[in-house]
């Protein structure tokens, strides 16, 4: 789950409100490339729900975006921390450089509101999307994606980011277990699959709102070949897209990811 530590719509203390509300137990503050919404989340949970510090670190491999999730981290771990300011820097100057992009394709909106809109998290595409929407250019954030700020679109700018090899080993130093994110999403997965083992990849996200059923079925293969833990979560970023709670991870995960990030900790 993402709060508006990164690219959520709903502050650390809201989300903790609306799961206990939508009576869940257990959820994961997974924002990206940042630990910062996971003190406010856990005192406003004290236990209930219960809270599963982690964070979804942004990776690339061969030009595509894989992202890696980490569960049970020590967010307090200092080359951790380390790392994560330095990947917050680096997408400060990517935002500025889509910024420049904008105004050369007819959209300028001002580097400064986009930050505004981060409120001291990381900058993330949707803050980007939010500015545009404010200046008029597009009526929503779909549109700014698809027009602008998607992958393929015209003001897209690669980040400079780890390699999913980095990402899970800084996860493990951070004492967690690191899991592959929404693989449908990932070019090739079985195959990246293969190769993330080899470096300790830990888990893999099975249910998704985007992994369809015959992924699914494949990835929990995946996971039965390698011993991977099975895990899965709504990625829920919004309300109005209404998922918190619809994606559960099976019975055990919690467990079993536990139990993996006690050979980092």
């Keep these: ?18 799961a206990r509300k939508r009576k869940i137990d257990i959820i994961a503050i997974t924002d990206h490339d940042t630990t910062g919404g996971i003190p406010a989340a856990q005192a406003a949970a004290q236990g209930m729900p219960l809270l599963i510090p982690g964070i979804e670190l942004s990776a690339t491999a061969a030009g595509a975006d894989v ?8 967010p307090a771990q200092a080359d951790f921390q380390a790392r994560l300011c330095q990947s917050r820097a680096q997408r400060i100057t990517r935002a500025g450089a889509m910024v420049e992009r904008l105004a050369v394709l007819g959209a300028p909106i001002r580097l400064e509101r986009v930050l505004e809109l981060a409120a001291g998290g990381s900058v993330c595409r949707p803050h980007i999307a939010q500015a545009l929407v404010e200046a008029g ?38 004492g967690g277990a690191a899991v592959l994110a929404h693989p449908a999403l990932v070019p090739d997965y079985a195959a990246l699959i293969e190769r993330l083992v080899r470096a300790g990849l830990d888990g893999v996200e099975v ?20 011993d991977l833990v099975i895990t899965g979560g709504s990625d829920f970023h919004r309300p109005e897209a209404d998922l918190l709670g619809s994606v559960t991870p099976p019975a055990g995960c919690v467990e079993a990811l536990q ?3 006690a050979i980092y900790a």
């Design 259 to 261: 139990a993996r990030a």
């Design 207 to 226: 249910a998704h709102p985007k992994n369809p059923n015959p992924v699914r079925a494949n990835l929990r293969a995946l996971a039965k070949k390698h």
């Design 137 to 174: 250019y597009v009526e929503g954030l779909r549109e700014a994606f698809e027009r602008y700020l998607g992958s393929s679109a015209p003001a897209y700018i690669p980040g400079d980011k780890l390699t999913p090899t980095e990402a899970i080993d800084l996860i493990h130093r951070a």
């Design 67 to 74: 992202d890696i999730l980490g569960y049970c981290i020590d």
């Design 1 to 18: 789950m993402h709060t508006t530590a990164s690219d959520g719509a709903l502050s650390p203390s809201a989300l903790v409100q609306l």
